[in-house]
């Protein structure tokens, strides 16, 4: 059976059960507590045996022998006790729940599931399956889910750029489900003609990272331990904390992440006459150059930290950390004086599942303190202007960054050419900027753009009506967004 059919099949499922309520975040959940334990179960036999650490009172032949109201108890029970298990078997049964309350449903699903001989499938086929699951859910947009979700094309061009080097150490400090570590793994192994020692390393020693939302941390861990990195005994590597309010002193060759849309960071607490009130949160750290309360502010000074001195990072950022002011432009004239700066990738809309969300890759490299600023030029891409993606009918392929790719030189960097011309190319996507012309502009800013938009011009070129409502849409919401930032400053009792 193809990995289509699996996909398909396991998915179809879904559909019985959003008849009784169950959403698609829900049934993925259940999904993977079943699937971790099927897949225990099957390493404990021959021809692997291995000894694992789950009670056989809770493991998977405990639920195939029971039917009816007795199996929806003991599933129950049954995730209430895992929960409370050290290592990554608590981790992946954290605050889990049965959200299948027919108990000849939840039957079915584990049939289906005991048919199938996972074990034996190989590690691409499994990873595909789950990940399938993951984009489906994504496109769930009423679950949110999609914001954990980064366009897989955009990760593999982020994770060639920065081209990969074995025995190294890889970082995502919002690391989703888990997406950069599987592309950095398969880059890596395609890549490398791995030895012994150095597979080890791949799948014991090189991926960290922090997720704060316990069900996408789930997520993860079962997409990692499904693609061969870790397994069921080994340590956890996907931490639960909030990574923004300490360091922690580790130290990365590599970062890759797209941290969480949004530009606040708040928390929810209820005031002395109990109502429900938010919070923006500021993180005091003596490594950061400005305190705010600006999330992806915070990420870029945080990231900068995480790196070693010979460290690279590669990081999806939002259009206001390019040209905000104030923090903003402190954060900026830092980076660009103690870190190599060294390339922008301007992204199109429409390429998200969250809306109205104008980003960038920023890629920058650490360097050692020194007198003189690290960044000589800023090289951009400009693949926003003209260009116009939607999630189903023109989604973005590794294809469509190809051209990036070639322009970036992940081999040589030093061997960049313009393809940029004021007089015979001015539609070139590839210019650069030197730090004077930078530091220059106001407000230090980076976001910069010198292509004609072709739609304002020519009425005869508008895009698809549903990128132009994509558009109004995006445009709604940053206003709106506006609007609530305006109003929780006219509420606050300090205004």
């Not at 704060?212 to 397994?231: K, S, Y």
């Not at 508008?462 to 919401?477: K, T, Y």
Request: proline share 4%; aromatic share 10%; with cysteine.
């Amino acid at each position: 059976m193809n990995t289509s059919t699996i996909i398909s099949k396991v998915w179809n499922f879904c559909n019985t059960l959003r008849d009784d309520g169950v959403s698609y975040g829900d049934y993925l959940e259940q999904l993977t507590y079943l699937l971790f334990l099927k897949l225990a179960d099957e390493f404990s036999k021959p021809p692997y045996n291995r000894k694992l650490l789950i009670p056989k009172e809770y493991n998977w032949e405990s639920l195939t022998s029971k039917t009816g109201s007795a199996l929806e108890l003991h599933y129950s029970v049954l995730l209430r006790e895992l929960s409370q298990q050290k290592g990554i078997l608590g981790q992946v049964f954290t605050k889990s729940q049965n959200k299948i309350q027919d108990p000849a449903k939840l039957f079915k699903l584990i049939d289906l599931i005991d048919k199938e001989r996972w074990s034996t499938m190989g590690t691409d086929i499994k990873g595909q399956i789950y990940e399938g699951l993951l984009e489906k859910n994504a496109e769930d947009t009423k679950s949110g889910a999609g914001q954990y979700f980064t366009p897989r094309a955009l990760i593999k061009v982020m994770v060639e750029c920065l081209n990969l080097q074995p025995e190294k150490t890889i970082a995502d400090p919002a690391c989703g489900t888990g997406g950069f570590f599987l592309a950095s793994y398969d880059n890596l192994v395609a890549n490398h003609s791995l030895n012994i020692e150095q597979k080890h390393s791949l799948k014991y020693k090189t991926f960290f990272g922090n997720e704060i939302v316990a069900n996408t941390r789930r997520l993860c861990l079962m997409n990692l331990f499904l693609h061969n990195i870790g397994d069921i005994e080994s340590e956890n590597v996907i931490s639960p904390n909030d990574s923004l309010v300490a360091d922690n002193g580790m130290r990365f060759d590599y970062v890759l992440t797209n941290p969480p849309f949004g530009k606040k960071s708040s928390m929810t607490f209820t005031n002395e006459e109990g109502e429900q009130e938010k919070e923006d949160l500021t993180y005091n750290r003596q490594d950061f150059w400005a305190t705010t309360s600006n999330k992806q502010l915070n990420f870029v000074q945080h990231i900068r930290t995480m790196l070693k001195t010979t460290g690279k990072a590669a990081v999806v950022v939002p259009d206001n950390v390019l040209f905000e002011g104030g923090a903003g432009e402190t954060v900026r004239k830092k980076m660009l004086e103690t870190t190599d700066l060294h390339t922008i990738l301007r992204l199109p809309t429409g390429i998200f599942y969250a809306q109205g969300v104008k980003a960038n890759v920023i890629f920058f490299d650490a360097k050692p303190a020194s007198k003189e600023p690290w960044t000589r030029e800023v090289w951009i891409y400009d693949y926003r202007t003209n260009v116009h993606h939607t999630l189903k009918k023109n989604p973005l392929k590794m294809d469509d960054l190809k051209d990036f790719i070639k322009c970036y030189n992940p081999v040589n960097r030093q061997l960049r050419k313009e393809t940029y011309n004021s007089e015979s190319y001015p539609e070139g996507q590839w210019r650069k900027f030197t730090y004077e012309e930078i530091i220059s502009r106001d407000k230090t800013s980076l976001d910069i753009t010198w292509i004609k938009d072709k739609s304002l011009a020519d009425l005869d070129n508008l895009p698809d009506p549903d990128v132009l409502a994509a558009d109004i849409i995006e445009n709604l919401e940053t206003g709106l967004e506006s609007f609530r930032e305006i109003m929780v400053k006219l509420n606050s009792k300090d205004y």
